[in-house]
């Protein structure tokens, strides 16, 4: 659980916001709600530490348990923060532009609006108008902020945040000047009341001096808010690094700008930087210190996509028009060219265009302008030089060039041409080209299977979802239905996938609609049907298709098909018939954590995939020690090399359901720790009665000796009992085992379960500081 100290870190929140959640933390955990205290600790981490698939779950349902309970600060603080960390370091735009505008409605309610961090809704709603179109919402930007930032005094934590906010939306509107001056005003503000200004106001004045076009200034600006607490710490070092870059570009000091610029694998997960990283990027295209490939080129084209559906429009446009001056640096005349179509479609969705147009224009002369380069050889030739080039040396994007004269004539050079494109970002391109020559000719329904499935591919992938339907009713059946059961996967609608993949496995379609039925079905909890249609056809299945067919047959605990699938694989099963119950050594299952996290827990192997836990599992946890858990064979890591390394591998897989719950119960334990001989005879007393035992302190933890106030070796854990084990018996069991121990363990909890000797663990948690 996050203590105070921690979530007091993460800023804009107010102080007393963070007062009151350790507050709210202590009230959950004492209800025995300990699994949602623990989320509500971490929601700040998970937003910041990019840990979305947990936010994702965790923040929504902690907002609708708020609700239900009727705590409106905790529904707020939920929402802001799933909101955060959407619209922060995801860069969301239109997509968020609801939720922020809820948001900020919501805090103003009656029984919200006291609360102190309120005001950090009207914060989330400017940075979402500023993803979403920043020029195009400037002027919203700034009536909105200012009339908050009008009555906010500067000793205030939201203040900081508001003022770069009201920074940022003065550079969008073009006023840099006057961004330049607010931002040095807010700086003196608050040095004034006694508070240092936020990286994030510092970095965007030097934002606001390098748009003024004062590099110099930005520099000094940027290295002065070096010192300063970020809002977002985990943010800071790659933000601060792609500014920096970009001022020592302006600037023409490439050899500092290259060194300062983070590496691609270091952004790629960070939507927030990508413009600024890539404006970066093409200033120092020229230089011989960075490298400006077709892997580049690809990537900003997946970006550009991201930003297309996150409704980061004028991000989209921004990109294309870069990524396009970066195409013509390769000779990329016809990326370049698709870009310049793209960024014009673009600014269909701006409010305020600007000098794109223009912008636009001189991209396209530019192309017209740019010789491509040099094919190796003649028509005739292409296609069997396409496929005889060096696969890791070979540029795709040339070759799109090269095969273009053919595509759309030639089925082979079709083929080549428009999976290329479709592999460089450009499906919709490659599908219009393959449609032209198998639709619009009228051969679609007698055209090869691999045609179909890539011009498949191709429009999935360009999301052009009614033009498949199109196509799949001019294919006979198999192939209309495989295709429409392709298309329903890709958009998992897992019902639908039935239906379709059922209709092609009866028309004979072959393994790919197995595949496809039998993955949908998995989807709707049918397992047993999903195994029967891989069972049908086993001796077409390969390792993979087996291993998928015994998960489910054992989450549907059809013994006889995990048997057949295990002899395939050549894995030996001792017993003929019934539950497969086998020891097969110890294994690590990766489950969930009530933090939206995962823990592991050491298991023991019972078959080809399932797995009984070991240890003892906190109360509130879904699992226990005791279950029987199916996992995914898949190891997720590799076994060690070094012989050594691997004697001490225990191998860890992702558990895919609890096939049977053991019954166990928890109890914790907590005091100083004993003799050693003491917990040997404990620990045996614990395996002789079969209960599972695990210590989760370390040698860290410590209590206090309450005479001495000395520190004392801690030990503090979770003992687990099967169902038929009566609380009583494990209060008497544990009284017996410890009672000539120097220093008394406490089983507070269960002393309150069964009302004997409260009294006793209460003084002894509150002596020793437990």
């Not at 990019?50 to 939920?78: K, N, T």
């Not at 797995?611 to 898949?634: E, H, I, S, T, W």
């Amino acid at each position: 659980m996050g203590t105070l100290v921690d979530l007091a870190d993460w800023l804009p929140m107010d102080v007393d916001i963070w007062a009151w959640v350790g507050e709210t933390q202590q009230q959950l955990s004492e209800a025995g709600n300990v699994g949602l205290a623990m989320a509500l600790g971490d929601l700040p981490a998970q937003a910041y530490e990019g840990r979305y698939p947990q936010l994702d779950v965790m923040a929504p349902a902690i907002a609708q348990q708020a609700e239900s309970l009727e705590l409106p600060w905790l529904e707020f603080y939920a929402r802001y923060w799933h909101l955060i960390g959407r619209i922060g370091d995801r860069a969301q735009g239109a997509v968020a532009l609801d939720d922020a505008h809820q948001l900020l409605a919501f805090a103003q309610r009656e029984d919200v609006r006291e609360c102190p961090a309120t005001p950090a809704a009207v914060e989330a709603l400017a940075i979402a108008w500023g993803n979403t179109d920043g020029p195009g919402h400037a002027a919203e930007r700034l009536e909105t902020l200012g009339a908050y930032i009008e009555g906010l005094s500067p000793e205030k934590p939201a203040f900081s945040g508001l003022a770069t906010q009201y920074v940022a939306a003065l550079i969008d509107a073009g006023k840099a000047g006057e961004a330049v001056s607010y931002a040095e005003s807010a700086v003196e503000r608050l040095k004034t009341a006694g508070r240092e200004a936020s990286w994030e106001l510092g970095a965007e004045s030097a934002r606001a001096l390098l748009a003024a076009g004062r590099a110099e200034d930005a520099l000094t600006a940027l290295q002065a808010a070096s010192g300063f607490q970020a809002d977002d710490p985990v943010a800071k070092e790659h933000r601060d690094g792609v500014r920096r870059a970009l001022i020592l570009a302006t600037l023409g000091r490439i050899a500092e700008s290259v060194d300062a610029l983070p590496d691609l694998d270091v952004v790629g997960e960070h939507p927030r930087v990508w413009v600024e990283w890539s404006r970066a990027v093409a200033k120092l295209a020229g230089s011989s210190q960075i490298t400006n490939t077709w892997q580049l080129g690809r990537v900003l084209r997946q970006w550009i996509d991201y930003f297309g559906m996150m409704g980061a429009y004028r991000a989209r446009v921004e990109l294309a028009l870069i990524a396009g001056d970066l195409a013509l640096g390769r000779q990329g005349v016809w990326q370049a060219r698709l870009l310049a179509d793209l960024a014009e479609s673009g600014t269909a969705e701006l409010r305020e265009t600007g000098d794109l147009g223009e912008r636009i224009a001189a991209l396209r002369a530019a192309a017209d302008a740019t010789s491509e380069p040099e094919a190796p050889g003649s028509l005739e030739e292409r296609v069997g030089q396409f496929d005889a080039a060096d696969g890791f040396n070979a540029d795709p994007e040339k070759w799109v060039g090269w095969l273009a004269p053919l595509s759309g004539q030639d089925v082979e050079a079709t083929r080549r041409h428009t999976t290329t494109l479709g592999f460089l970002g450009y499906p919709a391109t490659g599908a219009d080209i393959y449609w032209k020559l198998l639709v619009d000719s009228g051969d679609i329904a007698s055209a090869e299977a691999d045609d179909v499935a890539y011009l498949t591919t191709l429009l999935i992938e360009a999301r052009q979802d009614e033009r498949l339907e199109q196509m799949a009713a001019m294919l006979p059946h198999a192939a209309q239905y495989l295709t429409l059961a392709r298309l329903h996967s890709a958009r998992e609608r897992w019902q639908e996938t039935v239906e379709a993949a059922e209709h092609a496995v009866h028309a004979g379609a072959g393994i790919d609609a197995r595949r496809l039925l039998s993955g949908a079905a998995q989807q709707l909890d049918q397992n047993a049907r999903a195994a029967e249609v891989l069972l049908e056809v086993l001796d077409e299945l390969g390792d993979e298709d087996v291993w998928r067919m015994i998960v489910m047959a054992t989450s549907a605990e059809d013994w006889e098909t995990v048997r057949k699938g295990a002899a395939k694989i050549g894995m030996p099963i001792k017993s003929k018939e019934g539950p497969i119950e086998e020891e097969m050594g110890l294994i690590r299952l990766i489950l969930p954590a009530p933090d939206g996290g995962q823990r592991q827990v050491l298991s023991i192997r019972t078959g080809p995939a399932t797995a009984r836990l070991a240890l003892p599992q906190p109360r509130g946890m879904d699992y226990n020690a005791g279950d029987l858990v199916v996992f995914d064979p898949q190891l997720l890591e590799p076994v060690p090399e070094d012989p050594q390394e691997q004697q001490n591998f225990v191998p860890p897989f992702a558990a895919v359901r609890i096939l049977r719950p053991g019954g166990y119960t928890s109890y914790f334990f907590d005091g100083a720790a004993p003799s050693e001989e003491d917990w040997a005879e404990f620990t045996e007393v614990m395996a002789e009665r079969g209960w599972p035992m695990w210590v989760y302190s370390d040698e860290n933890y410590t209590v206090t000796h309450p005479t001495s106030g000395e520190s004392l070796p801690g030990v503090f854990g979770w003992v687990a009992v099967p169902p038929n084990v009566s609380p009583s018996e494990v209060d008497a069991l544990l009284d017996d085992a410890t009672e000539r121990w120097v220093h008394p363990l406490a089983w507070l909890d269960l002393a309150r379960e069964i009302d004997v000797e409260v009294e006793r663990h209460e003084r002894i948690v509150k002596e020793y500081g437990l």
